[in-house]
């Protein structure tokens, strides 16, 4: 079945680096893929999404690009503040099936 | 538009007691599902809808229920709640199965649930 791996957290960073959060997947066909983000207290909200093979999706300042060749969604922004600091998930569906979430990575911005 | 709301925000329960957790949206979605979030254990699918009157099992049903008799509200029941039923709860909605703009899922605050 179709499935999602994300890099293991948690991750810390100071302000204004640079951050990566890896994302493959597994599945049959052309899946949509997803980034949503999980504040403090809050449900979650999505953040970006592409739908097809070389989209970029983005989304005040973060990025993923989908790669079919890796099987990858990774998330990136170029220069992270502390308001950035929240769980985040990548997730794909396909069709008519189920949205299928990694298990989440919790990002800590230090100031 | 008010999205997806749930309630209650927080609730304790002994042993034993049951509960309905409510969810609504206003958006007209067709499809509405139940997640249970725990720590290190990501988000998981407890029961969904594809439309009123329609419900079906997610991966871990055992313990809830479900029922959907109209498209704005999805209420899941605790029978007979256990400690290890504690949890935070999200509902969440989406316009339907297929592509494009039906594919986005709309969450709610959440249910944080204390079983002791």
């Known amino acids: 079945g179709n499935s999602v791996t994300q890099m293991e957290g948690p991750v810390t960073l100071s302000e204004e680096a640079f951050l990566t959060i890896n994302c493959t997947y597994t599945?049959?066909?052309?899946?949509?893929l997803f980034w949503y983000v999980q504040y403090p207290g809050e449900g979650l909200q999505l953040l970006l999404k592409?739908?097809?093979?070389?989209d970029k999706g983005s989304n005040k300042g973060f990025e993923a690009t989908y790669r079919k060749e890796t099987t990858s969604f990774h998330l990136e922004k170029g220069s992270v503040q502390v308001s950035d600091s929240a769980v985040y998930f990548c997730?794909?569906?396909?069709?008519?099936?189920?949205?299928?979430f990694g298990q989440g990575t919790r990002l800590t911005i230090n100031p | 538009n008010a999205g997806v709301t749930q309630t209650p925000k927080f609730q304790v329960l002994k042993t034993g007691q049951s509960m309905t957790l409510q969810c609504a949206q206003d958006m007209n979605h067709e499809y509405m599902s139940w997640y249970r979030q725990d720590p290190g254990m990501g988000l998981r699918l407890i029961h969904y809808s594809v439309g009123a009157g329609i419900t079906d099992q997610g991966e871990v049903p055992n313990g809830y229920n479900v029922s959907r008799s109209t498209t704005e509200d999805f209420p899941l029941r605790l029978l007979s709640a256990a400690p290890s039923q504690t949890s935070v709860y999200f509902c969440?909605?989406?316009?339907?199965?297929?592509?494009?703009?039906?594919?986005?899922?709309?969450f709610g605050p959440g249910t944080r649930l204390l079983v002791l």
């Open positions: 997730a794909l569906i396909q069709g008519a099936q189920k949205l299928v």
């Open positions: 599945a049959t066909g052309y899946p949509s």
């Open positions: 969440a909605s989406r316009l339907g199965q297929g592509g494009g703009p039906r594919e986005t899922q709309y």
């Open positions: 592409a739908t097809k093979a070389d």
